[in-house]
């Protein structure tokens, strides 16, 4: 059987169908541990029939003792395994013989959040291969959401708490929050306990209020026009942050991880050689910004952003020391930067 999404294996879930062998892998951590809840949930083990080990601390032998261990006064045994994505070689190997000979009293979920895809020891890819293969497993894909599927994400999960939604507030929503999908399930957990149970509909009011700030006077929205050298753009926000209380050394601390990003970004690219692919993924760039970021860093020169951290410093000692007001060095480093 190959990878199976997550929409599919949330119905699989509902024949109530146990498999011997679960693996949970991606890059999107949310989606991994909202499959093992409810793997959980529909297998119900209690304390006594449940392990949890890590493959870094654990050996294959260990992990297998568990299994093969006979579970009390319960159908079925639960054996946990975090972080597969570094589990050892040898130990690797031996679970992969084990999906050829399983025991049906134990449910063994092993957790790879990484992507699987670019997994380099042998050994663990023919882990994930052969669960991917095997009768004896269901492999759930975990990979980082696009745009177009955060957005079904929010639709569903906002229609299984009884709410509708706009295309509108979908659209704000992933605006504001990227394609991260932890950050996204806060919000509508947010906006579905602000709307009440009578409230059936989100509208974009609902949003305004229980976010408490609008997209174009955020920390994120600042750094985003001074990566594009927007100076009319980034005073305004500027402006707008600090009318409604934002503290001055969380923007200063904001624009200074934007320029060592920049920094970074173009020692990267063009002192090491680095692809934009290489860069982004060293620097935790998320695909969804990644190619606006790589068309504004060629706006950006080596000497200035160099010379914007002296800026900064300086900036940093004003504000502190009283001997300058904030919102005139927080100025005078966006004209630095942007000039």
Sequence with gaps: MAFLKVQDFNKLMSSKKISPVYLFAGEESYLIDSCLAKLNALLGADDLNKEVFYASESSAEDILDAVQTLPFLSERRVIIVKAANKMKSGDAERLTEYLSNVIDSSCLILLYPDNYKKEGIAKRKELINECASSKNCIAVDCKKQYESEVKEFIKAEFAAKGKSVSFD???????????????IANEIEKLSLFAGKNKKSITEEDVEQISGYTKEANVYALASEIEAKNIKRAMFILEKLLSEGEDAIVILTTISSTIRKLLNAKSMTEEQGMSNTETAAALRIHNYFARAFFENLKKHD?????????VVLKADTSIKTGSSDAVSALERIILFVCR
């Design 302 to 310: 080596f000497k200035t952003l160099k010379a914007s951290l002296k």
């Design 169 to 183: 507030v979908i659209s704000r929503m992933v605006d504001e929050n990227g394609t991260d999908l932890l950050n």
